[in-house]
């Protein structure tokens, strides 16, 4: 008993640290995914931030790269312009990127002016429709640096002034409110036409790959929400958003005059600055008019002689926050950051709720199996123990008789037979006790075999009658049977199936609590033979009737009214029934006597 209760203490102990365990393992997994989820969230915007601003620097660099005075268009003197293009195209990644410039000058009736590469000058062209609306579009001082319907950058063309050495488009520092600047007349407008199916089928793939793999979708839609490029499905709730297509970098300055572009040496690319191997230094201020953002800043050239020149240049931006045409969105394929991390929680937990069920299950296997093995070792002994009475009765018998004759005590022929019958009747009792001991065995090891051959059900019956017939008789008991005439042949081993039929009968009389009537019949039933034996005995209680086959097992009841058996008989009728294909059904109610029902299939 003490040794049962450290065991129990023993598994409850664990079972109860395995379970502590997931739950420190959910809190652990909710810890860490709260920290993956921040970590990914603040990868992802950072992600989306800088590939729309290496959008925002290819546009840039094409935009800027091509910022003149009037004097070229005035002079018609294109080699500043040509200049201005070699230099791009030498540093650009995509030198298709721009489809054609056209020049529209500020004049309605002004004929456009389109830059053919190959003569390398600016030709009069058609006014196509497409020029017409774009002209429309800012003849007012308010234009939009990016037209998104048709894929071009506007650059206005301004009076070239003497105080003024070169003019940009940038984004206004915060914070700051200068005096309002006046910028000079506009002499026209410079419209960048850029290539659509570049931007989509390279520039955008190109950077989605390069921040995103196949763990995000990405989509560029327009102020009016429709989509210019996608990777995946329709984003609803992103995980991070960035503008694109924005003209107003915050640390983007370029040369002064024409003059500085052949001198350059070295270019570093680096946050959108432009520089070369001069220092440069500046100081932005800003002013706000309406829709156009102007300033200046100090601009300090040191030469290599180490010679300083200050100059001023004035800028002007147009639009402002919110202003950007396009508007990159980044979520994860799972739906959201959140939702993928979630998945990975619940699945990390899952795995671990998965072994620890399974660290459970072998936990209470190996416990029911050790209560399995102790309660067979428990019959076990109990077999030996009864068998051991069982044998011990009939050799006392034997032995008795067998002594008697030996001294001489029966002298007498009438007495010498009877003893012989006796000693006879006994060693049939432990012969046929040992049989059905190897009985057990055989079929137990698999090693039984059985010869099926063609059978008529009721010789078996009248087999099994007539061997049953000195235990009938001894006890009075009244046999009824009940064999339909004509039963169709079936497959088996005579001998088997009649050792199994003579085992219910003697369950029959062993257990007939003082009910001296037996009935044995055999019957036709649907595609099988069916042979039953049915007594008025003590019956079976209904917790016992699904155990009763198994070996050495033997009901309570029977045990405390010490019923001789050894629990074999009917685990014996159950393998042979089932080595024939059929089955043992059983009907029993305590007190009012049980009937067994071998089925064996026709044929």
Not at 85 to 104: A, C, G, N
Not at 184 to 198: A, W, Y
Not at 367 to 375: C, E, G, H, I, L
Request: hydrophobic fraction near 40%.
């Amino acid at each position: 008993m003490k040794r049962t209760w450290l065991s129990i203490l023993v598994v409850s102990g664990v079972l109860g640290l395995l379970t502590i365990f997931v739950g420190l393992q959910y809190r652990w997994l909710t810890e860490a995914s709260e920290a993956e989820r921040e970590r990914m969230q603040k990868r992802v915007e950072t992600d989306t931030t800088r590939l729309a601003e290496d959008f925002n620097r290819e546009m840039q660099a094409a935009y800027y790269n091509f910022q003149t005075g009037s004097a070229m268009w005035k002079n018609l003197d294109w080699t500043e312009f040509n200049e201005r293009y070699d230099y791009w195209k030498e540093r650009t990644e995509y030198p298709e990127l721009i489809r054609s410039v056209v020049f529209l000058g500020k004049a309605p009736e002004a004929k456009p002016l389109r830059y053919d590469p190959t003569k390398r000058a600016f030709e009069i062209t058609e006014t196509t429709p497409d020029l017409i609306s774009l002209r429309s579009r800012f003849t007012d001082e308010h234009f939009d640096s990016v037209d998104e319907d048709h894929f071009a950058m506007i650059l206005p063309v301004y009076e070239n002034e003497k105080h003024i050495e070169h003019i940009v488009l940038r984004q206004a520092a915060p914070n700051v409110v200068p005096p309002v600047l006046r910028l000079p007349e506009k002499f026209g407008h410079l419209v960048i036409m850029l290539d659509e199916s570049v931007i989509k089928d390279r520039v955008l793939p190109d950077l989605a790959g390069r921040y995103f793999g196949r763990d995000y979708k990405l989509t560029v839609s327009n102020k009016s929400g429709q989509s210019i490029f996608a990777t995946n499905d329709v984003i609803t709730t992103p995980d991070a958003s960035a503008p694109m297509f924005n003209m107003s970098p915050n640390n983007l300055l370029f040369f002064a005059n024409r003059d500085a572009i052949p001198k350059v040496e070295r270019v570093v690319k680096s946050g959108g600055v432009v520089v070369d191997q001069r220092v440069e230094s500046h100081t932005i201020t800003r002013a706000e008019s309406n829709k156009t953002t102007t300033g200046t800043f100090q601009l300090e050239l040191k030469q290599s002689d180490g010679i300083s020149k200050p100059r001023t240049t004035m800028m002007a931006a147009t639009g402002g926050a919110g202003s950007e045409p396009w508007t990159l969105s980044v979520q994860h394929t799972s739906g959201s950051i959140n939702a993928f991390v979630m998945s990975e929680r619940n699945r990390s937990f899952a795995i671990g709720v998965g072994i620890y069920l399974l660290l459970v299950g072998g936990i209470l296997a190996i416990v029911f199996s050790a209560m399995r093995s102790k309660r067979f070792a428990q019959r076990q002994i109990d077999f030996v123990s009864s068998v051991s009475h069982e044998f011990r009765t009939p050799l006392s018998v034997i032995y008795s008789a067998g002594e008697n004759l030996a001294d001489g005590v029966a002298t007498e022929t009438s007495q010498v037979s009877q003893y012989g019958k006796l000693i006879k009747g006994e060693g049939k009792k432990l012969s046929a006790m040992v049989e059905q001991i190897l009985e057990f065995a055989g079929a137990n090891s698999g090693k039984q075999k059985y010869s099926l051959a063609p059978t008529d059900v009721s010789a078996v019956v009248k087999d099994a009658l007539a061997e049953c017939a000195p235990l009938i008789d001894s006890s009075g008991f009244t046999i009824e049977t009940d064999l339909q005439n004509e039963l169709p042949q079936i497959q088996a081993d005579r001998s088997a199936l009649s050792s199994a039929i003579q085992n219910l009968i003697a369950n029959s009389v062993k257990y007939s609590n003082g009910s001296k009537w037996i009935k044995v019949s055999a019957a036709n039933g649907e595609g099988s033979v069916e042979i039953a034996v049915e007594d008025r005995g003590i019956g079976i209680r209904s917790s016992d009737l699904r155990r009763i086959f198994e070996p050495f097992y033997r009901g309570r009841e029977v045990v405390d009214a010490q019923i001789s058996g050894n629990g074999l008989g009917l685990n014996l009728v159950k393998k042979i029934a089932e080595a024939h294909g059929g089955r043992v059904l059983v009907e029993s109610k305590p007190g009012s006597g049980s009937r067994f029902t071998i089925e064996i299939p026709q044929g």
